[in-house]
């Protein structure tokens, strides 16, 4: 089964701030979960990298399948914005986010559930 890692957990774990989502992260790469990415979250990592962080995120991102966005998840992402947008102000990319891991059937591993509040998900 896949797991959809969100930006949260990996500047978590490219900065190793958090020991609880480290030793999280090292159960995770040893198990048979398979762990994915958005492009996404990609963007939202890159956006707030430091230089000196270049190459860890460059050997972090080697390890995580990034899952392509197509039209399919495009169109719930926009259902998901029109039906949460209001009521729980759920932005394009949380958005795209959590209709990726709903199109993959995938666990979602975010710190931030408040910003999902998709029925459809399930959390790791």
Known sequence: MPVLI?????????RRRDDSVIEKWVKLSQSTLLPICS???VAEIWHGARPNEYDSLDALFR???????????????????????RSHAVELGDALIA?????CDALLWTRNRKHYPMKELKFF
């Open 63 to 85: 390890v995580l399948e990034c899952v392509s966005i197509d039209r399919e998840i495009g169109r719930a992402a926009g259902e998901f914005m029109r039906q949460f947008g």
């Open 39 to 41: 492009p996404v979250t």
């Open 99 to 103: 209709a990726t891991a709903v199109r």
């Open 6 to 14: 969100d930006s949260d957990i990996l500047i978590e774990v490219s």
